[in-house]
């Protein structure tokens, strides 16, 4: 008895380890080709200088500008929607609640419904029937339909996560809901809500379908959120898939993508982290 136990012990503790090593070594093939054939082009001036023939030579200094541009939109309009419905739902609405289980189950089903229904429902509320054409605008909003139900679900379970000794010390304390939700809880689940905000703000970087239907191909400098833009996943693709001999150029552009979202991560893993030793400290 105890040889088998000591095997499966053996055995699980060998899953353990093999199994982050196989998503180590599929990252890396993953990245390897990208970073062997971008690292030559990229530099300052690749960085910040614009296109030139359709992107086979030049930089993507338009290209990180408007796309900068998509995010701050996206952002903007999703950050102060989703923490309202995040407050509502995990502390208004009980899990039993009709109501709030119909929002629940309407986020789960939207969090997986393909980013290209997102571009076509955007192309037709944003750019037509709102006006907007083919924008940073109508990109930064279909983009923030997107990443809405991933912010609030996770905002929800961060806020959720949350000790209720939290909520019956406030309100023993003569605290209102409000000074509870904002001074108490919020601060509580900062961890998660950057989570969530990271993820998403990572997801949304990198969505090419749904702004290939909202934000357009331009790829000259925006002068404002009116103007056509291009996100720099729709570059890539185009470089791609569209203009022969934009194949160096894009693994220069996908490889300032990768490089971007591992900064992004980083900052957010460093701020979460001195928060909590910062809470620690003072708690």
């Known amino acids: 008895m105890k040889t088998i136990r000591s095997r499966q012990s053996l055995l699980f503790d060998a899953a353990t380890l093999v199994a982050p090593l196989i998503i180590l070594c599929a990252s890396l093939a993953l990245l390897f080709p990208v970073f062997v054939h971008g690292i030559t082009p990229l530099s300052w001036d690749f960085l910040f200088s614009e ?139 900062a961890p998660s809500l950057i989570a969530g905000f990271v993820v998403s703000l990572g997801r949304a970087l990198a969505e090419t379908a749904a702004l290939i239907f909202t934000s357009g191909y331009v790829d000259r400098m925006p002068e404002s959120i009116f103007d056509s833009g291009r996100s720099l996943s729709v570059h890539i693709f185009d470089l791609s898939m569209n203009v022969p001999g934009g194949d160096t150029n894009a693994y220069a552009s996908t490889l300032t993508l990768v490089l971007l979202i591992f900064i992004i991560n980083t900052v957010a893993t460093l701020i979460v982290r001195h928060w909590q030793i910062g809470r620690n400290l003072h708690g």
């Open 51 to 189: 296109p030139l023939k359709s992107g086979r030579a030049g930089g993507i200094g338009s290209i990180l500008f408007s796309n900068a541009l998509i995010l701050l939109v996206c952002m903007l309009v999703s950050m102060p929607i989703s923490l309202g419905a995040a407050i509502y739902l995990s502390e208004f609405s009980p899990k039993q609640n009709y109501f709030g289980r119909i929002i629940r189950l309407s986020l789960d089903v939207l969090s997986g419904t393909p980013s290209i229904v997102f571009g076509l429902f955007g192309n037709v509320l944003f750019c037509r029937v709102m006006g907007l054409g083919f924008s940073i605008a109508s990109g930064g909003l279909t983009l923030a339909c997107m990443v809405l139900p991933l912010m609030i679900r996770s905002g929800e379970e961060g806020l959720r996560m949350v000790s209720h000794d939290f909520r019956r010390g406030a309100a023993a304390l003569g605290f209102s809901a409000k000074s509870t939700v904002f001074s108490i809880l919020i601060p509580c689940a």
